[in-house]
């Protein structure tokens, strides 16, 4: 974790996550984020914001159908997998403007080396991604994300950690530009807060073709799948050549890597057996008999969910009710923010 503020222990505690709207969720956006980040909400000692950045994906996705439903998809899906709107809120980006206003603000006390460092930027453009301004303000927008509702803590992978840095930095900025004594012995308190990072644990979760899963390579299993459609999804999971009833490599084998997500030791150490053996209960034992056996694993364990997102799915309206209650009382927070900072600027 990043070194904290000297005020760390007084301030409320807050996190704070984005979720992309990007498309399909599958199995590797459930085990690398939903599943930690609605655990947070019982096991954090403070408030959970959880918002779907649909700003964000602008820079990448121009279909407004697309967009939208996309943004339906992931409300459903955090509330079918056990997100509290009572415990922590879900709202769109997009319905707290205020954000936008900040970006404004971040913007003029922020150096363009700081943005032209972005790995992010020069990863997508070397993607071919259209090199729009949205694209290589990314990172103040992201840092307007953060400092907004004044989050103390955003657990993010290593490929975030840049991020989480730069709105740190653009918080020093702002404070130190804005924030200064204007006689001797007057105390300016900081207006931001400078937030710290967690490194999240997201065990790695290898796609259909052993890659790791993601919609860019188009090797997912999407998450409520069920019948034939799960059945073919986990069906084209890559394995060698080894003939049914020969002992079988548990180690580096991508069907046993995605078991583990769901299994307990006690079955693993099952199933290790089996494949040592390549028989079980004295028949011949194979990778079709492990995709089957994982297939069954994935649909009991979402089931529950699965139903949940049915009702959901048929019933909009709650969702819409669960963004925009969670909204007003982000933007709440939002507006306080932002009126210290036209205050420390001079526009109030």
């Known amino acids: 974790m990043a070194n904290a503020d000297a005020n760390a222990d007084t301030r ?13 969720i599958h199995l590797g956006n459930y085990f690398g984020a939903i599943q930690q980040q609605v655990a ?19 820079t990448t996705l121009q279909d407004a159908d697309a967009l939208r439903a996309n943004v339906f ?20 980006q997009s319905d707290v403007p205020e954000v936008t206003e900040l970006t404004w603000l971040l913007s003029t006390v922020t150096n363009m080396g700081l943005l032209q460092r972005g790995v992010s930027f020069k990863d997508k453009a070397a993607a071919g991604i259209n090199r729009s301004v949205g694209l290589f303000l990314y990172p103040a927008l992201m840092a307007s994300d953060i400092l907004i509702y004044n989050s103390t803590l955003v657990p993010v992978g290593k490929d975030q950690i840049q991020h989480i840095e730069m709105a740190q930095d653009m918080a020093t900025h702002f404070n130190t530009t804005f924030c200064q004594p204007k006689k001797k012995g007057e105390v300016v308190e900081p207006v931001l807060v400078r937030p710290d990072y967690r490194l999240s644990k997201t065990p790695y979760v290898p796609g259909t073709d052993g890659r790791k899963m993601s919609k860019s390579y188009g090797n997912t ?5 069920s019948g034939k459609q799960l059945k073919k999804a986990v069906g084209q999971v890559v394995t ?12 580096g084998n991508n069907v046993y890597a995605i078991l583990e997500l769901f299994c307990d030791e006690a079955e693993l150490e099952q199933i290790r057996g089996w494949y040592a053996a390549g028989a079980r209960d004295g028949e011949a034992f194979g990778y079709g008999h492990a995709k089957q056996l994982l297939a069954h694993k994935i649909d009991a364990h979402f089931a529950d969910a699965r139903a949940r997102r049915e009702h959901l799915l048929a019933n909009p309206d709650e969702v819409e009710a669960v963004l925009q209650r969670s909204a007003e009382r982000a933007r709440a927070v939002a507006r306080e923010t932002i009126d210290k900072c036209k205050r420390a600027c001079g526009l109030r």
């Open 12 to 24: 409320p505690q807050r996190v704070l996550s984005g979720i992309q709207p990007s498309g399909q």
């Open 40 to 58: 947070l909400q019982d096991d954090f000692p403070g408030e959970c914001f959880y918002f779907i950045a649909d700003y964000h994906a602008l």
């Open 73 to 92: 998809d992931v409300a459903v899906t955090y509330l079918a997998c056990g997100l509290d709107p009572d415990k922590a809120l879900l709202f769109r």
């Open 221 to 225: 299993i999407p998450l409520f799948a």
């Open 240 to 251: 060698d050549s080894t003939p049914l009833g020969e002992p079988l490599q548990a180690e």
